[in-house]
C-alpha cells in the first residue's frame, strides 16, 4: 500500500475561527489529491479536488471560499475551513492519487472537526 | 439510480467463517474500476483491493477477492478466514470513465466478527 498522513487527527475550535488541515502523501508523489466529507453513520462526500499547481475543483454545493484548498507541492495539500461554524463539524477525510495504471486512492487517517 | 449499491447495512458473522458482501454498479461505461474499502472505527480509510473492468480474473489480495461479475454488474468481497479484526465498515466505489478519477462509494456494510 501508501502512506497518507493527515493531520491533525482531531481539532477543536471556537465558532468563527479558522482551521487549518494537512494532507500528505508520505511515499509516492501525488499531483491530485481529494477531500471529502463524512457524516456520521454515512459514507464519504467528495468536496473538492484538489490539484497541484492549480485551482481546485468543487462539487455542487460545495463553498470554494468556505473550504480553502492549496496544493502547493507534489506531497501536500492543505484545506482550511475558514470562519468555521457548529454546523461544519464533522470528520474530514483525505485521499492521494497515486498513478501507476490501478491509480488508487489512498486515505489519510482522517481529522475530527468539532466547532464549538 | 444509485451508482453503488451494497444492500447490508449490517451482517454478524463467527469468527474463521468466510464472508460476503455485496456490491452492485450501475454505469454505462465500458472503462471502470471497482474497489473495496475498509474503514475501522478509527476513521481510516484502507484500501483492500482493486477490478478493472477489463480483467479477465478476478482480483484477490490475501484474503481477500473480489467476485467480479460483469453481466450483472456485481463486485462482491470475499473476505475468508474472517478475524475479529476484520469487523468495520465496508465500503465499494467505482469510478467510471476514461481520465475520470474521482470515486463514487456505496452507504456500507458493517460488519461484525463474533468470537
Known amino acids: 500500500g501508501a502512506v497518507v498522513s493527515q493531520h491533525p487527527s482531531r481539532v477543536i475550535c471556537k465558532s468563527g475561527t479558522s482551521v487549518k488541515i494537512e494532507c500528505r502523501s508520505l511515499?509516492?508523489?501525488?499531483?491530485?489529491m481529494f477531500w471529502y466529507r463524512q457524516f456520521p453513520k454515512k459514507s464519504l462526500m467528495l468536496m473538492a479536488t484538489?490539484?497541484?499547481?492549480?485551482?481546485?475543483?468543487?462539487e455542487q454545493g460545495v463553498e470554494k471560499d468556505k473550504f480553502l484548498i492549496n496544493h502547493a507541492s507534489l506531497t501536500l495539500s492543505t484545506l482550511t475551513v475558514t470562519s468555521a461554524h457548529p454546523e461544519d463539524s464533522s470528520f474530514y477525510i483525505c485521499?492521494?492519487?497515486?498513478?501507476?495504471?490501478?491509480?488508487?486512492?489512498?486515505f489519510g487517517a482522517g481529522t475530527r472537526l468539532s466547532v464549538l | 439510480a444509485q451508482k453503488i449499491t451494497q444492500t447490508q447495512p449490517g451482517m454478524f458473522v463467527q469468527e474463521k467463517e468466510a464472508v460476503t458482501l455485496d456490491c452492485t454498479y450501475d454505469?454505462?461505461?465500458?472503462?471502470?474500476?471497482l474497489f473495496w474499502y475498509k474503514q475501522p472505527s478509527s476513521g481510516e480509510m484502507i484500501f483492500l483491493i482493486y477490478?478493472?473492468?477489463?480483467?479477465?480474473q478476478n482480483a484477490t489480495e490475501g484474503r481477500y477477492s473480489l467476485n467480479f461479475q460483469k453481466a450483472r454488474k456485481s463486485a462482491n468481497l470475499v473476505i475468508s478466514a474472517s478475524q475479529l479484526g476484520d469487523s468495520a465498515m465496508y465500503f465499494c466505489?467505482?469510478?467510471?470513465?476514461?481520465?475520470?478519477?474521482?470515486?463514487?462509494f456505496g452507504t456500507g456494510t458493517r460488519l461484525t466478527i463474533i468470537p
Open positions: 511515499d509516492f508523489q501525488a499531483t491530485t
Open positions: 454505469t454505462s461505461d465500458q472503462s471502470y474500476g
Open positions: 466505489a467505482m469510478r467510471e470513465g476514461l481520465g475520470n478519477e474521482k470515486l463514487t
Open positions: 485521499s492521494a492519487l497515486r498513478l501507476d495504471g490501478k491509480n488508487i486512492q489512498y
Open positions: 477490478q478493472g473492468s477489463y480483467d479477465e
Open positions: 484538489s490539484n497541484e499547481g492549480s485551482k481546485a475543483t468543487y
